[in-house]
């Protein structure tokens, strides 16, 4: 079984193993694995792992304000997944150039659309070029798919449910943003601040930034230390859920019970009526 967290050497293994095309565009092939970069366009075309597919990032959010973050609508996800080759019965592995924000954030739409087999390549293309690791700037051709998604509400939580559960011993909001955005120091919405008992952990404290962003050896330790543990149902955002989509691949590699709040601050801080803590 392929690990939800693939280092590169796993990768490479996978790629050399006996079969003619390890890694496909193919929707259906002897090995079903398809390869996902989710780095800005300049550097996939600069460098990328051979047969990996492109997405842009900015395909995996809906783009209306103010919650420009929250998800695509059904029409536009089957046009994005269609266009990648999509077929349920493949192992898709994901990454990206940043340390997991936009590849996390494809993991939770993964989820969302009920996708089963999934990994992401511990450090993205910066820990696959440090092992010195062969990239290439072809492009491969991608055989369409039809696709009608069917979206799982369980792995979204929505502000009213969060407004619900304030309050509730048993239900923890992980915030992901930066401390100056968490104290409302730096305001980006109408309103700055928190979601009155947020915990604030941001998302780069999660990256060991001398292994090239891989996930820290030690994160659960870090997270309890920080009271985020795996007793409670968790709820993840930041700004757009882009940064929190790496926090919530976090809580999923942990086994913990996870979701995360697409509308995110750009919904909570710009509605007047959300309750809201500073400092």
């Known amino acids: 079984m392929i690990p939800l967290i693939l280092e590169p050497s796993e990768l490479a293994q996978l790629m050399q193993q006996d079969t003619a095309e390890p890694i496909t565009a193919e929707p259906i092939t002897a090995e079903p694995i398809l390869l996902i970069d989710l780095s800005s366009t300049a550097n996939y075309s600069t460098a990328h792992i051979k047969h990996a597919i492109h997405i842009p990032p900015g395909s995996l959010i809906g783009g209306v304000k103010p919650a420009v973050g929250k998800l695509p609508t059904e029409a536009a996800l089957n046009t994005l997944f269609g266009a990648i080759g999509y077929n349920p019965k493949q192992h898709i592995i994901a990454y990206d150039d940043e340390g997991g ?148 691949l976090l809580g999923k590699s942990l086994g913990y019970q996870i979701t995360a709040y697409d509308g995110s601050w750009s919904e909570w801080g710009n509605d007047a009526n959300t309750p809201i803590e500073v400092g």
């Open 101 to 248: 924000g936009w590849a996390g954030r494809f993991i939770w739409t993964l989820d969302v659309i009920g996708h089963k087999n999934m990994s992401y390549l511990n450090g993205g293309i910066h820990a696959w070029l440090a092992a010195d690791l062969a990239t290439t700037t072809e492009v491969p051709v991608i055989k369409k798919t039809a696709v009608k998604v069917q979206i799982h509400a369980e792995f979204i939580a929505s502000q009213k449910h969060i407004i619900n559960t304030l309050g509730d011993p048993e239900t923890l909001i992980w915030d992901a943003r930066a401390p100056e955005e968490y104290s409302g120091q730096k305001q980006v919405s109408a309103r700055g601040g928190h979601i009155p008992g947020a915990i604030n952990y941001e998302w780069t404290k999660a990256m060991d930034q001398t292994r090239q962003r891989r996930i820290r050896t030690d994160l659960k330790e870090s997270l309890t230390a920080h009271g985020i543990t795996g007793d409670k149902k968790i709820i993840t955002h930041c700004q757009s859920h882009h940064r929190s989509g790496f926090t919530y």
